[in-house]
């Protein structure tokens, strides 16, 4: 049986360009100053409300950040346990900021796992933030790629193999998928994907940078962009002077 295989490049992002970050770096930023774990993830959040803030005029539409790995459940149960309450205070404190700044937020990676209030705060700001359109933001929670294709494999029961379409629809549900990744950014000097956003990942052109996540601000993100904006994206073809 044949797949829907478009020798076509990928359409852009229609809302502007899809950035996913892998925020790294928390835990080293925090051991340098002497400090907890938990205050460098708390560091971490603010680093994330000012990237929010200066994506849109950047050209931004989509944002998803890679905040809790389904890995990271090995952590000290301490540690897990702080993270959790932090994603829970943040997302309540952030949904007005959200809202006047138009920002959608989503959550996507598996839900049966978060603690119950962690889930109501989820669904609340979800709810109230889904018709803002001057940025989608999505969180990552209890995320893996690996996991996220495997469960779209079993849940399609077509009569054909689905299209890539179709297919990128059953990742994290037609409320939740995004386009490709335009633009992959890695803090903390690591440079590796961890399981994040592999198959939309596929074209995504990466940038690695040694800067730890809570060092991370509106300007490291217009660097970014702005290198990806220099780059030659081909997806496969050859440059238009060569092919000619």
């Known amino acids: 049986m044949s797949q829907s295989t478009s020798l076509s490049p990928p359409a852009p992002s229609p809302a ?21 774990r938990t205050a460098g993830h708390a560091a971490g959040v603010a680093a994330l409300r000012r990237v929010a803030e200066a994506a849109p ?3 931004v539409g989509v944002l998803t950040v890679y905040a809790f790995s389904s890995d990271n459940w ?17 997302l309540a404190t952030e949904v007005e900021r959200c809202l006047a700044n138009d920002v959608r937020l989503s959550i996507i990676g598996r839900r049966d796992r978060l603690p119950p209030p962690l889930l109501r705060t989820v669904a609340t700001a979800e709810c109230v ?3 803002a359109r001057r940025l989608w933001m ?17 849940a399609w029961n077509g009569p054909r193999p ?9 990742l994290d549900g037609p409320d939740a998928a995004a386009p490709d990744v335009d633009l992959l950014v890695r803090t903390g ?11 939309e990942c596929a074209y995504a052109e990466l940038y690695f ?3 730890m996540w809570p060092d991370f601000d509106g300007h490291d993100l217009a660097r970014a962009v702005a290198e990806f904006r220099r780059r030659d994206r081909r997806f496969g073809a050859v440059p238009h002077a060569a092919a000619g």
Not at 162 to 170: I, K, N, W
Not at 189 to 199: A, I, K, N, T, V
């Open 209 to 211: 940078t040694p800067r």
């Open 57 to 59: 005029a950047l050209g």
């Open 162 to 170: 689905p299209t890539r379409e179709e297919f990128s629809a059953l």
């Open 138 to 154: 999505r969180v990552a929670i209890d995320y893996s790629a690996r996991d996220a294709i495997r469960h779209a494999a079993a």
């Open 189 to 199: 000097g690591e440079q590796r994907l961890s399981d994040f956003l592999l198959w």
């Open 74 to 90: 090995a952590r000290p149960s301490t540690e897990v346990a702080a993270l959790l309450r932090l994603f829970r205070r943040s």
């Open 129 to 131: 933030t889904a018709h």
């Open 16 to 36: 502007g360009v899809h950035v996913a970050i892998i925020m790294d770096g928390n835990g080293r930023w925090a051991a340098a100053r002497g400090r907890p």
